[in-house]
Antibody
Framework: EVQLVESGGGLVKPGRSLRLSCTASGFTFGDYAMSWFRQAPGKGLEWVGFIRSKAYGGTTEYAASVKGRFSISRDDSKSIAYLQMNSLKIEDTAVYYC???????????WGQGTLVTVSS | DIQMTQSPSSVSASVGDRVTITCRASQGISSWLAWYQHKSGKVPKLLIYAASSLQSGVPSRFSGGGSGTHFTLTISSLQPEDFATYYCQQANSFPWTFGQGTKVEIK
């Protein structure tokens, strides 16, 4: 079955770090760009960041709100994408989704999401 | 950053109604536009990519149109399972940005 499964969410204090994992199955993970999105309570969808496939350099892009604090990486041998979140802020509280992206820049496959709560 | 503006913010409609949602970009984005459906407590679902291409498995009552700065999502005959919030998203340039969402409610 083609799917993405996020893990690593939880409750964390402001200023601390957390790493989310996105484990893919059912497709050739290395062929795809991957993204992370989030939805804060009562808010709309927000794009967090993007990592290209190795064929396109494996480079990353980030939203201004997380640039310098969050980083995305990938381990194609394990079919896992990571979101390393440092210096977490209360406003980072959200459900975080990883996605497999189409070449047209649309998120065609979504994981079930993982909740990150930043609170003292 | 490219700003995406959806209208209306909410729409009240009945089963069988035709519903059209508009999305405007603050600058031209060619056809780099996607539409998503998001139901409360569920995972977002891609409906349309490249402005007018139907994602596999999505019912044909959904259609997308437009290019440049003006885009539409049309539901030709609203079904009970279509009551949800709909978002447009541009992928012309980073950062990718979303419209604020349009909530489709039961009349």
């Amino acid at each position: 079955e083609v799917q993405l499964v996020e893990s690593g969410g939880g409750l964390v204090k402001p200023g601390r770090s957390l790493r989310l994992s996105c484990t893919a199955s059912g497709f050739t993970f290395g062929d795809y760009a991957m993204s992370w999105f989030r939805q804060a309570p009562g808010k709309g969808l927000e794009w967090v960041g993007f990592i290209r496939s190795k064929a396109y350099g494996g480079t990353t892009e980030y939203a201004a709100s997380v640039k310098g604090r969050f980083s995305i990486s990938r381990d194609d041998s394990k079919s896992i994408a990571y979101l390393q979140m440092n210096s977490l802020k209360i406003e980072d509280t959200a459900v975080y989704y990883c996605t497999r992206d189409r070449r047209e820049g649309a998120a065609g496959l979504w994981g079930q999401g993982t909740l990150v709560t930043v609170s003292s | 950053d490219i700003q995406m503006t959806q209208s209306p913010s909410s729409v009240s409609a009945s089963v069988g109604d035709r519903v059209t949602i508009t999305c405007r970009a603050s600058q031209g984005i060619s056809s780099w536009l996607a539409w998503y459906q998001h139901k409360s407590g569920k995972v977002p679902k891609l409906l349309i990519y490249a402005a007018s291409s139907l994602q596999s498995g999505v019912p044909s009552r959904f259609s997308g149109g437009g290019s440049g700065t003006h885009f539409t999502l049309t539901i030709s005959s609203l079904q009970p399972e279509d009551f949800a919030t709909y978002y447009c998203q541009q992928a012309n340039s980073f950062p990718w940005t979303f419209g604020q969402g349009t909530k489709v409610e039961i009349k």
